[in-house]
């Protein structure tokens, strides 16, 4: 459901940077990809590529069938509200606004506020947070901040959830959290690219790449039909 094809995105022009270096690569409906590598090998780049962030110098991404670069901003947009949700290592969670608030207020020009409301208390039981419903980012530890930003992601009921180092602040009983969260709603069916430094955690999923200086290093495919793990 997602196909990049020799996809290249390059930086700057003098010195010019090549970010992905003719990057081919399929994942289905249901796949969780982990991805890693160094710094600056463009882990950030491909996430964000496939979350629509980031125009190509060439190639093609096609996601469920809909190519990229055909589509207009709006339409963009409306992908990547509909469709595809990020969680990132600071959270970017609104200090202005609750708990609630922040996870709602993507949404809000687009849907019914109470519905909206419904769902995200939903959303907040599942990651066990009703008694930090009216509380600010502040008042939250980082793990309860990834947990917000995580029921965020899942308001809009995604078919991709593109995680980028959403464990990079937290210690190790936090993470397990956090990936038991993230298990859960890959087994809802939901497509799962998860770029980390932690070596503890690239057995999650079933296909995992190691990028280096924007190219494909490895590339390690686990067919299975079991996909819960
Ligand atoms: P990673 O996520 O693996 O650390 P990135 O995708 O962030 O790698 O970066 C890949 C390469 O592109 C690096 O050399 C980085 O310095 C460069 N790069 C990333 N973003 C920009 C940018 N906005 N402008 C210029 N170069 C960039
Ligand atoms: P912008 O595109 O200007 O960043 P948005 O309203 O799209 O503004 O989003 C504001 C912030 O809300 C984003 O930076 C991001 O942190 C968060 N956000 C929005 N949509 C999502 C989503 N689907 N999943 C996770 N976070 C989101």
């Not at 160094?38 to 780049?45: D, I, N, Q, R």
């Not at 947009?77 to 949700?85: F, K, V």
């Not at 609104?94 to 909206?116: A, M, R, S």
């Not at 907040?124 to 530890?141: E, G, I, K, M, Y």
Request: hydrophobic share 35%; proline share 3%.
């Amino acid at each position: 459901m997602i196909i990049l094809e020799d996809v290249i995105v390059k930086y700057g022009t003098n010195p010019v940077t090549i970010a992905l270096n003719k990057i081919s690569l399929k994942i289905n409906q249901g796949d969780w990809i982990t991805i890693v590598g160094s710094s600056g090998s463009g882990k950030s780049t491909l996430l964000n590529v496939v979350g629509g962030l980031l125009p190509l110098t060439s190639g093609a991404i096609q996601i469920s069938g809909l190519d990229l670069a055909q589509l207009n901003n709006n339409e963009i947009q409306e992908l990547r509200r509909n469709t595809i949700s990020y969680i990132y290592q600071d959270f970017k969670l609104f200090n202005q606004y609750t708990v609630l608030e922040n996870i709602i207020v993507p949404q809000l020009p687009y849907q019914d506020k109470k519905n909206l409301i419904t769902k995200a208390k939903h959303l907040l039981t599942s990651v066990n947070l009703d008694h930090r419903t009216n509380h600010f980012p502040t008042q939250l530890s980082g793990g309860e901040k990834q947990r917000v930003a995580i029921a965020r992601a899942l308001l809009s009921e995604p078919a991709i959830l593109l995680c980028d180092e959403p464990t990079g602040n937290l210690d190790s009983e936090n993470t397990d959290v956090i990936m038991q969260l993230i298990k859960a709603t890959h087994s809802k069916g939901i497509t799962i690219l998860f770029v980390t430094h932690d070596q503890k955690l690239i057995h999650y999923g079933n296909q995992i790449l190691t990028m280096r200086d924007g190219n494909i290093k490895e590339h390690y495919i686990h067919e299975t039909n079991d996909k819960k793990k």
